[in-house]
Every structure is written in structure tokens, then in C-alpha cells.
């Protein structure tokens, strides 16, 4: 069974043996570039999301300018949160 991120670090920090430390340190990278293809995506999207203040305040404003139904879509809230949605895809998209 793999073992888990924390323990992996746990490992790095409390080995001395040499060829122990390289194991941990190659799994360490492994669980890394594993977690950025199955995660990546969320982390560039959670970086590319606008503030929620900001994200409310557009929201704000399209309703209050009737951006209601298939016109919503037409409102800066939704264009701002699709454009960060489309530039960092699900990778099954």
C-alpha cells in the first residue's frame, strides 16, 4: 500500500539512513507530480478565481441589472468565473 504525503514526510525528517532518506525523497516527488495531475487544475483555478468580495459584488450587479435566466449568462459574474473555468479545465474536459 502507498504510503500517504505525511508520512513520506514524516520519514524525511526522522531517517538517517541514506538509501531509506532517497526512497522517501523520490516517493515525496512521486506523491507531488501525482497530486499536481490529479489536483492541478483546482489549484490554478483557486489562484485565477477573482476575490469573493469582488466575485459579490459583480453578482450584485447583474441582478440588480436583471441579468436574470438565460440573460445571466450575459452578466459579469458568470463571464469572470467561466473565463477562469474554461482557461483551467477538469482534466476529463
Given amino acids: 500500500m502507498a504510503r500517504s504525503i505525511e508520512e513520506i514526510k514524516a520519514s524525511l525528517d526522522t531517517n538517517?539512513?541514506?538509501?531509506?532518506?532517497?526512497t522517501a525523497q523520490a516517493e515525496y516527488t512521486r506523491a507531488q507530480?501525482?497530486?499536481?495531475?490529479?489536483?492541478?487544475?483546482?489549484?490554478?483555478?483557486?489562484?485565477?478565481?477573482?476575490?469573493?468580495?469582488?466575485?459579490?459584488?459583480k453578482l450584485y450587479h447583474d441582478i440588480d441589472g436583471g441579468l436574470l435566466g438565460e440573460d445571466a449568462?450575459?452578466?459579469?459574474?458568470y463571464l469572470?468565473?467561466?473565463?477562469?473555468?474554461?482557461?483551467?479545465p477538469k482534466p476529463s474536459e
Fill in 33 to 57: 507530480e501525482l497530486d499536481e495531475e490529479t489536483n492541478g487544475y483546482k489549484y490554478d483555478r483557486e489562484n485565477a478565481y477573482p476575490e469573493i468580495k469582488e466575485q459579490l459584488d
Fill in 80 to 88: 469572470a468565473i467561466k473565463e477562469v473555468k474554461d482557461d483551467n
Fill in 73 to 77: 449568462k450575459t452578466g459579469s459574474w
Fill in 16 to 22: 538517517t539512513d541514506d538509501d531509506a532518506l532517497l
